[in-house]
């Protein structure tokens, strides 16, 4: 693989490396990902910044987000317009954050936006049911849910206003390493 | 975090990145938790207040600064592209991640910490093979013993007169051509052994100083019910039926949790508590009285072993298949007892099942490790001071053959444990269903195998090449494995602290344990007279003092005499070290206490 490439120039991957974790393999097999979700949408030639836009439901069908049961929630999050579709940019920010190079304090900080469901920049009571639901794939009876997420709310809300803060919830990922 | 409220800490932002160097700004960027636009605008602002910088800053001709700049992002480029290349040569990463997808970040834990192990032998391996191998093969004697396909297995016959053991190194000094440069053989030898464990003493430390800053948990402050909804979601497993396997667990943990709210007040009556604690004393006895057995077994073998060297070498199947019998029951005895000690867990009643999991790991250790320990002893006390020609190229013999039979029922247990139990499980016992991965047991093989090949690093300089090899096999046979037969792990617990624990037991009774193996036999043993590297010497250390003692007579090299008489040799100075490093150690401990007592503080004024 040599430097000959036509879909980027030069400076567009010089800035795509500076702001992402990837190296430039990396961003051209990402851009390969992307074109293989809508070929026919997706122009093979990025240097005119061609503003392209994939739905949501061929972003969530990708095998890596598939069965994650916060898919729309990711996809949402990194979407331009917090609607689930995504352009380029989009698509190599939420893989730049997912990747194994990203420190823990970026991965906090978008975890919880994802489970910010309202985007009310807290994470209320509510937020936690909808949490729980999608992580027990609705199993439990709404009082165990509702009483599971009275504890959590119990434990780590240090400013005692009935929801949790960013800064309560980076406190809490700092004491439990198990995030990953 | 940078948040931007305004144009004017968007300015300070620019200006501030415009001050970094550039990684420093680069990774500042790359951590912005902003989008994807947002940040290369940012970027461009902070290039263009760079140039406008410099050319404030220049009074020098601008085609200058300009061939300086496209000189540093082309050389930045080239650096991208050496470490591209270099990523390509991560080995196995397709592997650990696919096997992260599957089942989660525990059993990738245990292949991690294989491939940790396998790099680990590789190192061991260039070393040994560059400084005292390579030497050795220039000055080699002539080997006459035949070859027959079952040295292989047993280690002995063609293999004794070759450079697998220590017994074929010359005590001369090497050199090509006359008055040329020389090699001395012995101080290169026990430098090299020295020196190796050294560095891997330094390793050990900094590896476990750096995964335990990484994951301390403050067990004070540490939110169960918080942490177990919010931070156990492994956003690594892309395989859907181990997604819908992790939501029910963590279903039925969160049901669990519930429920121990209507269960908290159980007071134990004094009978029933006196009888638990009567239990585990029973099984304690039981698990270290077998354990005593078990040694008693393996020394009592280990003579007779002796004893089949001593009557005489014939070079026949019979005596050396007799050989590997005390291999074989050494073996045996490891895989067999663990199912013994598990079964008598269940005996007793734990209050949470991490307890359970680390009181069968620390009987298992217990076991292993005073089964080397024997061995040891056996090696040390009765080998060391019998009559054979060559105790050390013995003892390397046994090294040998006990790494190869454990690699053989490695892969039997894996044969077992995994392939056949998964057919019982799907085809005739339908109950039992798939079996998991067993990660603390295959840790602890892991473990017993590197203390074996540690010991043997003085006796059998090739070892770690062996080991190395079997690492290899061992992940492509444990990945397969585990991909055809096993279940993703039902509970799972502190994914985050197993590489601290596991490069915590690698140090303190493994590591820890062959240092003190190797200083006996360097300082207290007398080596053989008629092979190795330390013929006729009273001890392997003797072979350093006497080169200082021929130092001393050069001028030039006073400063080592000095230094090994006043620092290495007098007590005096590790004494004042020790002094040193406890007192160290007792500050950071109050530092450590007043840090925390702030932390209290702190979080009480927050309540309040």
């Not at chain 1, 509702?146 to 005692?160: G, R």
């Amino acid at each position: 693989m040599g430097n000959k490439q036509t879909i980027f120039t030069q400076e567009q991957l010089d800035a795509y490396q500076d702001c992402t974790f990837f190296t430039r393999k990396e961003i051209l097999r990402l851009f390969h990902r992307y074109r293989d979700l809508a070929p026919q949408l997706v122009p093979l030639d990025y240097s005119d910044k061609p503003a392209v836009t994939l739905p949501y439901q061929l972003i969530g069908s990708m095998p890596e987000l598939k069965d994650n049961p916060f898919r729309q929630r990711i996809a949402e999050v990194f979407s331009e317009h917090g609607d689930g579709n995504m352009t380029l940019d989009d698509f190599l920010d939420m893989f730049s954050v997912l990747s194994e190079m990203a420190p823990r304090d970026l991965k906090a900080y978008y975890a919880f936006k994802i489970y910010d469901f309202n985007n009310d920049d807290y994470i209320c009571k509510s937020d936690l049911e909808k949490t729980v639901n999608k992580l027990t794939r609705n199993e439990l009876t709404p009082e165990e849910v509702s009483l599971a997420c009275e504890k959590v709310i119990y434990e780590a809300d240090a400013d005692n206003d009935g929801k949790l803060s960013l800064a309560d919830f980076q406190q809490m990922i700092l004491r439990a390493p198990d995030f990953l | 975090f940078c948040f931007l409220h305004g144009l004017d800490a968007e300015a300070d932002l620019v200006g501030s990145l415009a001050s970094m160097s550039t990684s420093e700004r680069i990774k500042a960027i790359q951590k912005m938790p902003e989008t994807m636009r947002k940040k290369r605008e940012i970027r461009n602002k902070v290039l263009k207040e760079i140039t406008k910088k410099s050319r404030h800053r220049g009074a020098q001709p601008s085609c200058c600064t300009q061939c300086l700049q496209g000189a540093a992002v082309s050389f930045r480029r080239f650096g991208n592209t050496l470490s591209e290349y270099f990523h390509q040569l991560r080995v196995w990463h397709k592997a650990l991640k696919t096997i992260g997808a599957e089942f989660g970040t525990s059993v990738l834990s245990y292949f991690v910490f294989l491939k940790w192990l396998l790099n680990f032998n590789i190192f061991s391996f260039l070393i040994n093979f560059s400084f005292i191998t390579i030497p050795q093969f220039l000055a080699a004697e002539p080997n006459n013993l035949s070859f027959t396909g079952l040295e292989l297995l047993t280690g002995a016959g063609y293999f004794q007169k070759t450079v697998l053991y220590y017994g074929f190194y010359t005590n001369a000094t090497i050199s090509k051509t006359e008055n040329g440069p020389s090699y001395n053989m012995q101080l290169a030898y026990i430098f090299t052994v020295g020196i190796y464990f050294v560095i891997c003493f330094l390793i050990l430390l900094f590896s476990m100083a750096k995964f335990f800053s990484r994951n301390f948990i403050n067990p004070q402050a540490f939110s169960v019910n918080a942490s177990k909804l919010l931070c156990t979601w492994d956003f690594n497993i892309t395989n859907e039926k181990a997604v819908k396997l992790k939501q029910k667990n963590l279903h039925t943990q969160i049901k669990e949790g519930l429920t121990e709210v209507n269960k908290e007040v159980l007071n134990f009556s004094v009978m029933e508590r006196a009888l638990r604690i009567a239990v585990h004393l029973l099984v304690w006895f039981a698990s270290l009285g077998t354990a005593v057995a078990a040694c008693t077994g393996v020394y009592f073998l280990s003579i007779n072993n002796l004893e089949l060297f001593m009557k005489g070498y014939r070079n026949d199947l019979e005596s050396q298949t007799a050989m590997l019998v005390l291999p074989v029951i050494v073996s045996l005895l490891n895989t067999l007892i663990p199912f013994f000690f598990s079964w008598l867990g269940h005996l007793e009643r734990f209050q949470t099942p991490g307890q359970h999991i680390y009181i069968t790991i620390t009987r298992n250790i217990i076991l292993k490790m005073s089964i080397i320990g024997i061995l040891c002893y056996y090696w040390i006390n009765i080998v060391a001071t019998s009559e054979s020609q060559c105790w050390e190229t013995l003892v390397g013999q046994d090294i040998y053959r006990l790494v190869l039979v454990d690699f053989i029922f490695c892969l039997l247990g894996s044969f077992f444990g995994e392939f056949l139990r998964r057919i019982i499980g799907t085809t005739v016992c339908m109950r039992l269903g798939l079996p998991e991965f067993d990660i603390g047991r295959n840790v602890l093989d892991l473990i017993y195998a590197q203390t074996l090949t540690w010991i043997g690093i003085l006796f059998s300089p090739l070892l770690p090449g062996i080991q190395m090899i079997a690492f290899f096999v061992v992940f492509f046979v444990k990945k397969v494995s585990l991909m055809r037969n096993c279940q993703p792990p039902c509970k799972v617990w502190r994914t985050a602290q197993m590489m601290t624990s596991f490069i915590f037991l690698l140090f303190c009774p493994s590591f820890l344990g062959v240092l003190s193996v190797i200083g006996v036999t360097v300082w207290r043993l007398k080596p053989s007279e008629e092979c190795g590297p330390f013929r006729g010497l009273s001890s392997m250390y003797a072979a350093v003092a006497e080169w200082i003692q021929i130092l001393e007579s050069y001028t030039g090299s006073k400063w080592v005499v000095w230094i090994y008489h006043n620092l290495i040799t007098s007590e005096l100075f590790f004494f004042i070290l020790s002094s040193f490093v406890l007192i160290v150690i007792y500050l950071y401990w109050q530092i450590i206490q007043g840090r925390k007592t702030m932390t209290k503080l702190l979080r009480k004024q927050i309540n309040n």
